[in-house]
């Protein structure tokens, strides 16, 4: 039996997925087939990770290229998105190269699902394929926050354009 989290999102069965080859996708927590929630420790699995969120203790291990991009399970501002574009063009170029790659965030459903999808496009896919994809190889869960694939339907240089001018 799955947790559910706040939200009704149950907890992630996997610790991460492999959404296309090199691309993984994850938390910081799943739960193993007992029911039980584990934490997800990154040792050297991967060549890059990135987090979205971050714990203490969560690794990755020593060596293991890490980089933080802090951003929000909500309303992202325009810094917040070039950081979102940034990460997933180096992501891109990473899988590109051939070397294998976490993008993790809390839950491993929304923040990562959005990094990860805008590396799809990145990649050549289309963003509605690119959401259908995340969800597919991860969760149905992944990207439930439809400000996130509204961000994507819309392609992040126009997001954040129409952010930086404030509410209208």
């Not at 890490?66 to 992501?91: I, K």
């Not at 392609?155 to 001018?165: F, P, Q």
Request: contains cysteine; hydrophobic residues 45%; positive net charge.
């Amino acid at each position: 039996m799955k947790t559910r989290r706040r939200g009704g999102a149950p907890d992630p069965g996997t610790p991460w997925d492999e959404i296309v080859p090199g691309l993984w996708m994850g938390g910081h927590h799943w739960v193993n087939a007992a029911g039980q929630r584990r934490p997800m420790l990154v040792g050297a699995e991967f060549d890059l990770v990135v987090s979205l969120f971050t714990a203490e203790g969560h690794g990755p291990g020593p060596g293991v290229p890490h980089r933080l991009v802090p951003v929000p399970d909500g309303p992202l501002d325009a810094g917040q998105l070039a950081g979102v574009q940034a990460a997933a063009r180096e992501v891109a170029e990473a899988v590109g190269a051939g070397r294998a790659v976490l993008v993790r965030c809390r839950s491993g459903y929304n923040r990562s699902g959005l990094v990860v999808a805008q590396v799809l496009v990145e990649l050549g896919l289309d963003s509605t394929e690119a959401v259908r994809r995340v969800r597919a190889r991860r969760s149905p869960w992944a990207l439930h926050n439809a400000l996130f694939v509204e961000y994507l339907s819309v392609g992040l240089d126009t997001a954040r354009l129409l952010v930086s001018l404030g509410p209208g």
